[in-house]
């Protein structure tokens, strides 16, 4: 009742933002402080001496990580094989490759070797997941915009979830090769939206290309590495423990579970102690997307990692640290606090249900 006198209307039952209770709090003669999970996070770890924001050590370039997001049937999920596909050299493994959540391509740009990372989920709901964690994993957005369709809803959610992220946007103008496309109109219409094309005096790049017969694929790639070089710089200590994020995880009936996770600060190294959320472990064998066991991983490599007691969940952060019985505690700690936060979502609502009833 005393929030309809806040202008408020709420059920027993429904949850309500932090704001709005601790305002309640106020009218009714209470502190209420409201706790978020990661500044408690915050805390956990900082008891450990550890603070994700740190930054210190020297800085060296890192790839961008790239995800590609647009229009359901758009062509995401072929253009990210494509780029995979013209980067593999025949016989690499057997030719078989992983599917880990991201891979890192190869470009030969002006003469050196470059590397870029794509998270190979593609869709907005993975992107807002891990941004809702707090994970800003994305670089650059690959808005892909099939030719023959145009700009649809989720074209432009996509660009929403870019600028909100504050990515640049590469424009990948798909299905160019069916008769009835048309990559000026993409461009035309895209202008409406903020992102004028190069060839328009703008500073977007629009690139057209073909998925599926994969046509355009090593322009879109260069594409890629000059929207890197113009708009970003991109660095990040190699030295110290790694740190970074869980994009996906899953428990293998052999190996038990395996995380997909990106590095994003540090040198994740083999015989590591990590904890990623409420899992933690040492890490027993780290393997690329190709399968290939590597020993150590650097900024924006991703990679899958094997020896995690249980299964963490995508967006969760990982970080190694020195000793394992650091990283079981941070786990245990963070798994208790989970616990004791699912009872008090079971009773506060019997709580507020009783309060209401008076
Ligand atoms: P997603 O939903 O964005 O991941 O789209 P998909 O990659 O699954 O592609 C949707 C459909 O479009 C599939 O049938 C693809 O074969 C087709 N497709 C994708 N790219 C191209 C292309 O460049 N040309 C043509 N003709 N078809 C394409
Ligand atoms: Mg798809």
Not at 52 to 66: A, F, K, T
Not at 158 to 163: D, E, G, I, M
């Amino acid at each position: 009742q005393e929030m309809f006198t806040l202008g408020e209307m709420v059920t027993a039952t429904q949850s309500c933002p932090d704001e709005l209770l601790e305002l309640l709090g106020e009218h009714l003669n209470y502190t209420v402080k409201v706790v978020s999970p990661e500044e408690e996070d915050k805390k956990l770890l900082a008891q450990f001496g550890i603070d994700l924001e740190e930054n210190e050590g020297e800085q060296e370039s890192r790839p961008p990580v790239v995800t590609v997001m647009g229009h359901v049937d758009h062509g995401k999920t072929k253009l990210l094989d494509a780029i995979r596909h013209t980067n593999i050299v025949d016989g690499e493994a057997g030719g078989i490759t992983q599917h880990i959540g991201a891979y890192q391509v190869h470009v030969e740009h002006a003469g050196t070797d470059r590397a870029v990372t794509f998270i190979d989920t593609p869709g907005h709901e993975a992107f807002t997941a891990m941004r809702a964690r707090g994970a800003n994993v994305t670089d650059i957005v690959v808005l892909v915009v099939a030719a023959n369709d145009g700009v649809m809803p989720q074209t432009i959610e996509a660009l929403n979830h870019a600028k909100a992220a504050g990515a640049p946007v590469v424009v990948a103008v798909n299905k160019t090769d069916l008769p009835e496309a048309n990559p000026d109109k993409v461009r035309q219409q895209l202008t409406e939206y903020g992102l004028v094309a190069e060839e328009y005096g703008g500073e977007t790049m629009f690139v057209n290309v073909a998925a599926k017969p994969r046509i355009g694929i090593d322009n879109l790639l260069e594409a890629i590495i000059l929207t890197n070089d113009a708009a970003l710089d991109l660095k990040a200590p190699v030295k110290g423990n790694a740190q970074g994020v869980a994009i996906e995880a899953h428990l293998d009936r052999g190996r038990g579970p395996v995380a997909s996770v990106l590095v994003q600060k540090g040198t994740l190294r083999v015989g590591d102690s990590i904890v990623a959320g409420g899992a933690h472990g040492r890490v027993r064998a780290m393997l690329d997307e190709s399968g290939n066991r590597i020993k150590e991983a650097t900024p924006s490599r991703p990679v899958q990692v094997q020896g995690l007691t249980a299964v963490p969940s995508a967006g969760d952060v990982f970080l190694a640290a020195d000793d394992d019985r650091t990283v079981r505690q941070i786990a245990e700690q963070r798994q208790a606090r989970r616990r004791a936060a699912q009872q008090a979502a079971r009773a506060g609502r019997t709580t507020l249900e009783n309060f209401m009833d008076k």
